[in-house]
């Protein structure tokens, strides 16, 4: 069906020139984009030799979704990457989306001279008669180039995507988590060798499947911070079509147990969605394996997929996240996840504006700051109704981001922003911090034309894109029905 979707949006007229200059919405800074062309899912996320590995879902042909292959891009700090050559391309099949693995012990028997092959675990996309199978293709060469060793995966399904493969120390065996996208179920495979394939568990859950589909699911242990020593729990994480925090896509986590076969949730788990991103645009994330340091690190496409197809920059169509680095911990009764930027964009932070209490009324407050920068701000909002910082463009476009004590909501507010390229757009996105008064801190990552807002310890995150007509991009500030402080602002332009 989503596929279906995206054929149909592929057809759809590209925009109007004007929308397209390159000028009104310059590259981002410090997030990853292709050169140019159409970008959905990160895929194939693997960590080899000093190289971190990106694959994504690219369209070589165009800035529409289509002639789906693994683009590729290679960082050896999660910050700065270089662009590769096309990975894995279209064939008679379409690479879509899946992970990559090193097999150490030579299980497939792809290794050469010693050294552990790349395997990439994929799904084919046969247009003619829909079907969705499993595909391997391997590398010797660290990435550069891979060959083609065909289907290992086919239960007759046109709904069947997304492999994620690690190893399980537990059982010795491979693990696949892959969804049945349209029951909305992670299915679970065990194999010995990543060729032959066992079915072990489906994992649903009724209330919180309320969406169109179940794509691009994720299953890894993480350490329970401030848990007994050595606690751990499994995270499932899935993405969703539609019906996501602001009615667009988005992705939900499940925390539980996971015995090489069979994901149990946590006992006395809460239905209600525990979602990965509040913004709008979090979709399809995907985490690093082979993690050199045992950090867990994902990366997500920055999107809803109700106007992906409509993002007005150009030449390139598609934004990551930056990575993040995850961790859980309990809140009450109930588990949350945290994420952070990943700590090497602090390398790249270079002189800061630092500002210190500066008093904001309801006229704005110039601030001069950049538009690609890593913020620590910490308001106290005193008997302020609400307090945020506006980035304007030269047409009057405003974005604002800001906070509402009464209600303990930190917020990104798009009602103002952007050029009108899409009626989902216009929005405000809201995270409701534990309780609590006095000032609040928050870290924002702004490039250009995306927001990460980190709050609460990274509990809470917030995501969105936005837009500009044209011209620089200005800060300010201000407060409403009261004054209110910035007590300090720290904004490192990233270098
Ligand atoms: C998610 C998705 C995946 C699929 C890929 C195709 O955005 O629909 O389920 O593998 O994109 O490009």
Redesign the pocket.
Known sequence: M??LI?ALLALLPALPAAAQSPAADPRPGFHFAPARNWM??PNGLVYYDGEYHLFY?YNPHGDR?GH?SWGHAVSRDLVTWQHLPIAIPETEVMA??GSAVIDWKNTAGFNRDGKPAMVAVY?G?DPKTKNQSQYLAYSNDRGRSFTRFGKVLDIGSTEF??PKVFWHAGTRRWVMVA?K?AEKKAAIYSSPDLKHWTHESDFGRTPSAQSINW??PDLFELPVQGGKPGETRWVLMV?QGDKGPDGGSGGQYFVGAFDGKTFTLEPGWDDAPHWQDLGADF??AQSWSEMPDGRRIWIG?ATD?RYAHAIPTYPARGLMTVPRTLALRREGSDWRLAQAPVRELEAHRGTPTQLRDVRLSETPTPLKLGDSLDMLVTFDPLKASQVALTLTDAQGYALLIGYTPATREVFIDRTRAGPHFHDAFPDRNIATLPPGDGPITLRLLVDRSIVELYAADGTRVITDRFFRGGGALTWSANAMDGEAVIRTLEAWPIE
């Open positions: 989503r596929v995206l959905n899912d879902q979704w789906m879509f989306s799904t996309f995507r997304d969804v996208a794509e691009c993405s979709y399809a496409w997929l």
